[in-house]
């Protein structure tokens, strides 16, 4: 299981970012992903989740500006995230599994910052 996660950058306010994770040695269309974050001196935070039926849920905190979405023929999962707040920086990876995940990435850094 190999995840590679990129897209991340410097932002300002108010702007958008589409993350991507690159998926090898499965198939990812069958597992559950997720993606978590992780500011600055805090545990990691569950932010949004993509069922193999096709369901998907994020937190309350992100709720109506992040989506998930899966592209199958590529084997690759995206986080595109709107309206960001200073409150979104953080390391993102995606992970396999609900919650927090089981197997992570190494993640890319979102810092939203004028």
């Known amino acids: 299981v190999r995840l590679v996660e990129s897209g991340g950058g410097l932002v300002q306010p108010g702007g958008s970012l589409t993350l991507s994770c690159a998926a090898s040695?499965?198939?990812?269309?069958?597992?559950?992903m997720t993606w978590v974050r992780q500011a600055p001196g805090k545990g990691l935070e569950w932010v949004c989740t993509?069922?193999?039926?096709?369901?998907?849920e994020c937190s309350d905190s992100v709720k109506g500006r992040f989506t998930i979405s899966r592209n199958d023929a590529n084997n690759t999962l995206y986080l595109t995230m709107i309206d960001l707040k200073p409150e979104d920086t953080a390391m993102y990876h995606c992970?396999?599994?609900?919650?927090?995940?089981?197997?992570r990435g190494q993640g890319t850094q979102v810092t939203v910052s004028s």
């Open positions: 040695g499965f198939v990812l269309k069958y597992y559950i």
């Open positions: 993509f069922y193999s039926a096709g369901g998907r």
């Open positions: 992970a396999t599994g609900s919650g927090l995940g089981t197997n």
